[in-house]
């Protein structure tokens, strides 16, 4: 097809070398300028990914354009594009639309622009905007990148912080999401996306605080979600309702919301293979954990916030802390929660460890009192010295002995006096005394048999009360144990 009129000399360069797909360098670096001899008008870039160029049996037609500073709008809205796109080292004065386009491969790398239309998108290959700098918002939505989405090293930032840097719902990516070491000013939007070959988001810095850095709820990734080694989120990461079919790993990584009350990471409701939240330094802002199911949660005390959400929590194995403070870490919620503490029993009940599931199971009942009203809080206390909430019921073997050991002592020193006849009482015996006394029922007929009088009286009633309340207490505790909830 014959070039069009009015062709720049630059332009018509681009048109004579677009059958062969051969390079046209304007510039090895980004135009500071409309120098005229850089200059190219998107509309002749269109036309030619259009199909208006002419083509080389043997080669393959290509636009690939470096150092230039385009001007007009880079529309393929809608279209079909059977060429490759390949920009770099180019500034363009307005964002390129590339919504509802179908497209080959397109890399736009090193270049410069004030936003990026990819609604509705789909490209046969990857899509690159690597170590660009785009000044305004890209929108991905719907997107169907079936050779893998680029980002690494880009410069993103949102117009104002009302807005989305990255705009995504529904994206689709094959072969791998990468936006490894950028740095994107303003929330990255990922909600419903699916990640088919995972997404890799290492070294890169997302800074929305006070907002939401990341929003990716309901996504789904396939291998891995790497938020790892330097990558830093200052907002809120949002993943709930996430999904990963491997892992999810914030190892080496900052969380920090911006303000304490805010989320750091809100990841209720996740599925995950393997969670590895081991960031560099504390959490800075609420983690909630919520009805998720984790196989394996690889953490440390170190980096847990001061609050955590972990009611509904369900996990197969725990790494990376002692017991005493996974006691600590269940109970991070301000808010008591039974659940927390039963899954963490039942797993060192699992993993073997009897004397440490009790130990939970005691350490809850604790957590619990402070919830109680100041009567049934007594009564918690009461049960936790007594028996151990039947935990521990040597604790009542424990007082018992050391009831009849006093007992045995004064009544031996100031025997009771005897109030039947001779013939109709049994012989008088300190300990068994103390025994009938202690047994809620008259046991040994000692009791009905002898009446201690001055101090005595006192240590016998009080023995009495105690022997009550030490059966009241293991009954209700064995109880509770049977029926913990």
Request: aromatic letters at 8%; charged letters at 20%.
């Amino acid at each position: 097809m014959a070039e069009p009129p009015g062709l720049s000399d630059v332009e018509r360069r681009l048109w004579h070398a677009f059958p062969t797909g051969t390079p046209v360098v304007l510039g090895d670096d980004l135009p500071a300028g409309p120098a005229p001899e850089r200059i190219v008008r998107a509309e002749i870039i269109a036309q030619l990914l259009l199909g208006a160029g002419d083509s080389v049996p043997g080669r393959v037609p290509a636009v690939h354009l470096r150092g230039a500073y385009v001007v007009g709008t880079l529309s393929l809205r809608g279209g079909t594009v059977e060429h490759e796109l390949r920009l770099e080292f180019c500034r363009l004065v307005a964002p390129p639309d590339f919504s509802n386009c179908q497209t080959r491969q397109m890399r736009l790398s090193n270049c410069r622009m004030p936003g990026f239309d990819g609604g509705g998108l789909r490209v046969d290959g990857f899509l690159s905007l690597s170590r660009s700098l785009i000044e305004g918002e890209v929108r991905l939505t719907r997107a169907q990148i079936l050779g893998g989405l680029r980002l690494n090293a880009a410069t993103i930032v949102a117009p104002d912080p009302a807005t989305w840097a990255i705009f995504s719902g529904g994206t689709v990516v094959e072969v791998g999401c990468f936006v490894q070491d950028a740095d994107i000013t303003g929330g990255v939007r990922l909600v419903g996306a699916r990640m088919n070959g995972g997404l890799f988001m290492q070294g890169t810095t997302l800074r929305n605080p006070g907002r939401i850095a990341l929003d990716a709820q309901n996504m789904i990734v396939e291998d891995a979600a790497e938020f790892s080694a330097g990558f830093t989120a200052l907002g809120t990461v949002r993943l709930r309702s996430a999904r990963v079919n491997g892992t999810l790993s914030f190892s080496k990584a900052t969380l920090d919301s911006g303000d304490p009350d805010r989320m750091a990471l809100h990841a209720s409701h996740i599925q995950a293979d393997e969670l590895l939240l081991w960031p560099a330094e504390k959490i800075k802002g609420r983690v909630s954990l919520s009805y998720s199911r984790i196989a394996q949660i690889q953490d440390h005390p170190d980096i847990w916030p001061d609050e955590m959400y972990l009611n509904g929590l369900v996990y197969e194995m725990l790494r990376g802390a002692e017991f005493k403070d996974r006691l600590s870490w269940v109970g991070r919620d301000k808010m008591f929660h039974l659940q927390p503490y039963e899954q963490l029993a039942a797993w060192y009940h699992a993993a073997g460890h009897d004397e440490l599931a009790r130990k939970v199971q005691l350490a809850k009942q604790r957590a619990r009192r402070r919830k109680l009203p100041a009567v049934a809080r007594g009564w918690n206390y009461l049960l936790d010295w007594t028996v151990g909430f039947g935990y521990r019921p040597w604790l009542a073997f424990a007082w018992f002995g050391a009831l009849v050991a006093l007992g045995t002592t004064v009544f031996s020193l100031d025997k009771p006096r005897a109030v039947k006849p001779p013939d109709e009482r049994p012989v008088f015996h300190a300990f068994v005394y103390t025994l009938d006394l202690l047994i809620p029922i008259d046991t040994f007929g000692q009791q009905q048999a002898f009446d201690p009088s001055g101090g005595s009286r006192w240590l016998a009633y009080g023995l009495v009360a105690a022997g009550w309340v030490l059966a009241t207490a293991l009954i209700a505790g064995v109880t509770r144990v049977l029926r913990p909830n």
